[in-house]
């Protein structure tokens, strides 16, 4: 599957308010003269994915590329390329790409499994691009662990809700 591992690299803005917004409200007079107390902000972010399909569709997680406005997905050989999200879901943590390839151009893919047939104490093993390292190996890096509970549900930052989740030290 090494191959079909994949680094995503994401720029994604984000919107802050002035943290001195609250002394003066929404007051026109200070409005006229200060302007608009939100601001944007660029922000880069990395992680890790992997193809699903010949066609170039890869998933990933959706706090690593659900808000990002420019997407570069980078082979284990170094090849970059554009990709565009086709759907995210905050509930699972999933956010599908599709790569933009070269005409007539296909990918290698992984065979999905079936979480329902996973097992508690069963060994696991991760591959990823942890910190962008693609562009100085060709190869994913590997950690291994086991399946320590399923189901899992949990409630994290940003009002998210994660269900079912499979719990492993991987």
């Given amino acids: 599957v090494s191959p079909t591992v994949v680094g995503i690299n994401v720029i994604e ?59 570069t997905v980078t082979m284990t050989n170094g090849k970059k390329y554009n990709a565009a999200i ?17 005409k007539g151009e296909t990918f290698p893919f992984v065979k999905l499994g079936n979480s329902d047939d996973v097992l508690i104490g069963e060994w696991v093993i991760a591959l990823g691009n942890p910190f962008g390292l693609f562009d100085n190996i060709d190869k994913p890096i590997v950690t291994v662990g086991v399946v320590s509970a399923k189901g899992m549900n949990l409630s994290v930052e940003n009002n998210r809700s994660y269900r079912g989740l499979i719990q492993t030290d991987a």
């Fill in 13 to 71: 803005v984000r919107e802050y308010r002035d943290p001195f917004a609250n002394f003066f409200g929404n007051d026109p007079f200070f409005n006229q003269f200060f302007g608009s107390r939100n601001y944007k902000q660029e922000v880069k972010g990395l992680g890790s994915g992997f193809i699903i399909s010949q066609d170039g569709y890869v998933i990933t997680n959706d706090h690593v590329a659900g808000n990002a406005k420019e997407i």
């Fill in 86 to 102: 086709i759907g995210t879901d905050l509930v699972t943590d999933i956010c599908l790409l599709k790569l933009t390839p070269e």
